[in-house]
T-cell receptor, first 114, second 112 residues
Framework: NAGVTQTPKFQVLKTGQSMTLQCAQD?????MSWYRQDPGMGLRLIHY???????DQGEVPNGYNVSRSTTEDFPLRLLSAAPSQTSVYFC?????????????FGPGTRLLVL | KNQVEQSPQSLIILEGKNCTLQ??????????LRWYKQDTGRGPVSLTI?????NTKSNGRYTATLDADTKQSSLHITASQLSDSASYIC???????????FGTGTQLKVEL
């Protein structure tokens, strides 16, 4: 049981490049989400999904796309990277349904946009 | 606006000492409050969750308290260890929905 896995761990992009951050979970959770974590700020929700084929925007969705073709996978796409997207990105699984349900976070992807 | 404020921002203590971290929130309606531990370079891991009716909950050397009237929570760490060095994040969930508001965390360093 690997929990939540994310790849890559580190990535350097040039402004304007695109890339996909991968996230997978093996806990059969319907709810998955993406956050970014910046210095001096709390985690902010980018996009979330309540099940395969269903996605919705969070607090800071601009510049990011998501899709959910399977329960297990929830990739995050940066369409045209900007320096403002330099951050640490966390994928999370669980945390919906029962309000006390635990949310499990992946190890994070550190992204630097030059 | 829903907010979660944590104090202190950072803290250094000696191994074996106790410490208390604070979390004040203005989230309404309130559903629950969770404390996470985030080790450097890792994702947050849940330590404990407090619902409206709970005042105190322990998880080993970690004890969380909640005062729903004053909208304050604390996380007390007893007999600190080097492995307690981490960021501790307070997260409040809005009642009736799935909205989470994250604090900015308290960075704790435990030294010899």
């Amino acid at each position: 049981n690997a929990g939540v896995t994310q790849t890559p761990k580190f990535q350097v992009l040039k402004t304007g490049q695109s890339m996909t951050l991968q996230c997978a979970q093996d806990m059969n959770h319907e709810y998955m989400s993406w956050y970014r974590q910046d210095p001096g700020m709390g985690l902010r929700l980018i996009h979330y999904s309540v099940g395969a084929g269903i996605t919705d925007q969070g607090e800071v969705p601009n510049g990011y796309n998501v899709s959910r073709s399977t329960t297990e996978d929830f990739p995050l796409r940066l369409l045209s990277a900007a320096p403002s997207q330099t951050s640490v990105y966390f994928c999370a699984s669980g945390g919906s349904g029962r309000e006390t349900e635990t949310q499990y976070f992946g190890p994070g992807t550190r992204l630097l946009v030059l | 606006k829903n907010q979660v404020e944590q104090s202190p921002q950072s803290l250094i203590i000696l191994e074996g000492k106790n410490c208390t971290l604070q979390c004040n929130y203005t989230v309404s309606p309130f559903s629950n409050l969770r404390w996470y531990k985030q080790d450097t370079g890792r994702g947050p891991v849940s330590l404990t969750i407090m619902t409206f009716s709970e005042n105190t909950k322990s998880n080993g050397r970690y004890t969380a308290t909640l005062d729903a009237d004053t909208k304050q929570s604390s996380l007390h760490i007893t007999a600190s260890q080097l492995s307690d060095s981490a960021s501790y994040i307070c997260v409040v969930r809005t009642g009736g929905g799935n909205k989470l508001t994250f604090g900015t965390g308290t960075q704790l360093k435990v030294e010899l």
